[in-house]
């Protein structure tokens, strides 16, 4: 059973920083590239980041280019989101998604991410 668990969200400041983790499980972790997607309050869902199977490839929505860098440990079946420059319009739940393009197969439970002063 695949299952990927999101944790690392929280409430930080504007201008502060967050990693997030996604531990994986019940499939080949290395074999598939992996992305993180995220929704805002009241709005749809929207791609953030990919990364491909081995890691030496990224993407990254213009929104958060310059502040988020993507990155996974294939001998730890861990996809991570390290987020600094934190903005308002970053809150979000956060979620990370086994990719087959162009879209996720298979998604985590999310997590909070609440950029407030």
């Known amino acids: 059973e695949v299952q990927l668990v999101e944790s690392g969200g929280g409430l930080v400041q504007p201008g502060g920083s967050l990693r997030l983790s996604c531990a994986a499980s019940g499939f080949t972790f290395s074999s598939y590239a992996m992305s993180w997607v995220r929704q805002a309050p009241g709005k749809g869902l929207e791609w953030v980041s990919g990364?491909?199977?081995?890691?030496?490839?990224?993407s990254n929505a213009d929104s958060v280019k310059g502040r988020f860098t993507i990155s996974r440990d294939n001998a730890k079946n861990t996809l991570y989101l390290q987020m600094n420059s934190l903005k308002h319009e970053d809150t979000a739940v956060y979620y990370c998604?086994?990719?087959?393009?162009?879209?996720?197969?298979?998604w985590g439970q999310g997590t909070q991410v609440t950029v407030s002063s």
């Open positions: 990364i491909n199977r081995g890691g030496g490839s990224t």
């Open positions: 998604a086994k990719w087959q393009y162009p879209r996720g197969d298979y």
